[in-house]
C-alpha cells in the first residue's frame, strides 16, 4: 500500500521528541505522501499549519516520536529461538548454533524470519539493519506482510581461506535492487573469519557503491587473544593463530573504518581505540539483550559517549536473546547504565541508529525529507524528563506505528 503522493495531514501528539533532542509539548510533523514536508515544534505551529485541506491526525497516545532504528539484527536466525543455550564457552555456541541452522530448510528460515520482521515493526522498529548471508531477501515475495525498512547487510567471510575469498566477493557482485524499504549494505563479517585480501575486497566494493558497513568487533576477550596470538578457545574453531595487526589497523588498511561503519558490539576496546574510531566517524552498535544472554561483563556505555563516539542499539538475533524488542533493549541499557540520561538514550535508540545505517536525515528522525515513519505511545509526565524515563523504563508495544506516511494495521 504505496502513500498519496499528494495527501498532506499534521501528525500530532501531546508530547513530541525529534529523535534528536528536541522535546515539545504539543506538536508532531506535517506529513506530504510518504515523507516529512515540515517539524511543528508547538502546538501553535500545528495550528497555523492546519485546517481547511491540511487535516489534523491527534494520535492516540501521550508521545509521537520516530521509530526505533535497530541497527543490528540477524533476522534469518530467528527459527532458532531458544535452540541455542548460552554457555561460559562463546566458541561453543557458535558450533552449536552452526549445527542447529544447517538443520533447518530454506523454507523455515524464511517464514521465521518474516515473522520476526513483523513482530520488529509491530514492537516499534521503522528501521533495522539486518545481516543476510543466505540472501534470505530474495524470497520475499510482493503482497507479504510489511517488516521495518531493512539495510540487507550482505554477510561475507572466509574464514581464514585465501581460497575462499573470491568466491565469497562473487557472492556480493550483483547489487540488490533497491526499493523504498530496502536498501543494500555489506558485513565482513569480523576480523577474525576474514582475510586482509577479502577485507580489502569488500573496502573496494563498499567504496565503489558508498554502502554502510557493519563488522563484529571487540566482541569477547577470547577473540582478542587469537587475534593476538595466544591461542585459546578460538583456536578450535579457526585453528593455530598467529599474531596479526590489531582488528582497527586491518579494517583502515582496506578503507573499512570511516563514517559508514559499524563496528558491533565493541565490548573490548583496546587503549586509544574509542579516540581513533571517534576521529574516523564509525559508529559503535550496542546490543543489551545479546549482553545479559551470555552473562557478559558490564558494557562501557559512559565511556563511549564520554569519548564522543557515535552510538546505536541492536537486537542481535533470536538465538543470541530472549526476545527481538527495541524498547527492552533501552530498558536493559538503561539498567546498565543508570546515570545516562533517558533523553540521550532515546536518540541513540532512533538518530543514532540512522548514523549507523548511513541512513542519517531519512529514518530516526523527524526532519524536513525525512520518511514519515513514527511511532505512538502511550506514556504521561509533566515535562520531558519524565516522559523519557517513562519511555525507556517502561514496557509494552506502541499504540501506533506509521511508515512512509501509513499507518501499519
Not at 587475534?227 to 582488528?247: D, I, M, T, V
Not at 583496546?270 to 558490564?298: D, K, L, N, Q, T
Request: glycine residues 12%; positive net charge.
Amino acid at each position: 500500500m504505496g502513500a498519496d503522493a499528494g495527501r498532506v495531514f499534521a501528525l500530532t501528539a501531546p508530547w513530541c521528541f525529534d529523535g534528536e533532542q528536541r522535546w515539545s509539548a504539543g506538536g508532531g510533523i506535517l506529513v506530504r505522501g510518504a515523507r516529512i514536508l515540515r517539524v511543528l515544534e508547538s502546538r501553535r505551529a500545528v495550528q497555523r499549519h492546519t485546517g481547511g485541506d491540511v487535516p489534523r491526525v491527534e494520535a492516540p497516545g501521550g508521545l509521537l516520536m520516530p521509530g526505533f532504528v535497530v541497527a543490528h539484527t540477524h533476522l534469518e536466525l530467528s527459527a532458532l529461538a531458544g535452540r541455542v543455550p548460552p554457555g561460559p564457552d562463546f566458541t561453543a555456541w557458535i558450533e552449536a548454533l552452526i549445527r542447529a541452522r544447517s538443520g533447518c530448510d530454506r523454507a523455515r528460515l524464511y517464514a521465521a524470519r518474516q515473522a520476526a520482521a513483523v513482530g520488529l515493526l509491530a514492537n516499534g522498529a521503522t528501521a533495522i539493519g539486518d545481516v543476510d548471508s543466505l540472501d534470505l531477501w530474495r524470497e520475499v515475495p510482493r503482497g507479504a506482510p510489511r517488516g521495518p525498512r531493512t539495510v540487507v547487510q550482505r554477510e561475507v567471510l572466509d574464514a581464514g581461506d585465501s581460497q575462499r575469498t573470491a568466491a565469497a566477493l562473487a557472492r556480493v557482485a550483483r547489487r540488490i535492487p533497491a526499493t523504498d524499504v530496502r536498501s543494500e549494505g555489506i558485513a565482513p563479517h569480523a576480523p577474525y573469519t576474514v582475510t586482509d585480501g577479502l577485507l580489502a575486497g569488500v573496502g573496494k566494493l563498499a567504496a565503489r557503491r558508498q554502502l554502510p558497513i557493519a563488522v563484529h568487533w571487540a566482541e569477547t576477550r577470547e577473540e582478542i587473544e587469537w587475534l593476538a596470538g595466544r591461542g585459546g578457545p578460538f583456536e578450535r574453531l579457526l585453528g593455530p593463530s598467529r599474531p596479526q595487526r590489531s582488528s582497527l589497523e586491518r579494517l583502515e588498511a582496506a578503507a573499512l573504518l570511516g563514517p559508514r561503519t559499524a563496528l558491533i558490539h565493541g565490548n573490548h576496546p583496546g587503549p586509544s581505540e574509542m579516540e581513533r574510531i571517534r576521529r574516523a566517524g564509525a559508529s559503535v552498535v550496542h546490543c543489551p539483550g545479546a549482553h545479559a544472554f551470555f552473562g557478559r561483563e558490564r558494557f562501557p556505555l559512559e565511556t563511549w559517549l564520554a569519548a564522543g563516539v557515535s552510538l546505536a542499539f541492536g537486537t542481535d538475533s533470536a538465538a543470541g536473546n530472549h526476545t527481538l524488542d527495541p524498547r527492552r533493549e533501552l530498558r536493559l541499557a538503561a539498567a546498565a547504565a543508570p546515570t545516562v540520561d533517558p533523553v540521550r538514550l532515546a536518540a541513540i535508540a532512533t538518530s543514532g541508529g540512522a548514523r549507523a545505517l548511513g541512513l542519517a536525515g531519512q529514518v530516526g528522525r523527524f526532519v524536513a525529507g525525512a520518511f514519515a515513519d513514527a511511532v505512538v505511545w502511550d506514556l504521561a509526565g509533566d515535562d520531558a524528563d519524565s516522559v523519557a524515563g517513562a519511555l525507556v523504563h517502561g514496557a509494552g508495544g506502541p499504540t501506533e506505528v506509521w511508515l512512509g506516511g501509513q499507518r501499519i494495521p
